[in-house]
């Protein structure tokens, strides 16, 4: 039972940050899943047990891999990948020449580096 406790936990830290690098608070969360925000609160802390529905549509809303919810997938290339796709939904929300200037901007950062 306690190892049941230790893997809900583990999977609630998971969802925590995947809802946190979606960009979503745990009300939108709950909205988009059909559940109520304290729900959401009691499965990122390991105190409700989540369906293997509920565990599908948290992975497609929060556009995670299952496989890293559950663990048993490299969390730093998931935590790459999804810091990826936030900037790019943050990147996308920009006017043409603000985004040209970022791209000035990671172009002169890489020369940089090549020169140093």
């Given at each position: 039972m306690n190892e049941n406790k230790s893997t809900n936990s583990s999977i609630g830290d998971r969802?925590?940050?995947a809802r946190e690098m979606a960009g979503l608070t745990?009300?939108?969360a709950a909205?988009?899943?059909g559940l109520h925000r304290p729900s959401i609160s009691e499965i990122e802390a390991g105190?409700?047990?989540v369906s293997a529905e509920e565990l599908a549509k948290l992975s497609e809303v929060?556009?995670?891999n299952m496989d890293w919810i559950?663990?048993?997938e490299d969390r730093s290339a998931t935590i790459d990948?999804?810091?990826l796709e936030l900037a790019a939904r943050e990147l996308s929300k920009l006017k043409p020449e603000d985004l040209d200037r970022v791209l000035r901007l990671l172009s002169a950062l890489r020369?940089?580096?090549d020169g140093s």
């Open positions: 969802l925590r940050m745990q009300a939108q909205k988009l899943l105190r409700r047990k929060y556009a995670v559950l663990g048993s990948r999804a810091r020369q940089e580096e």
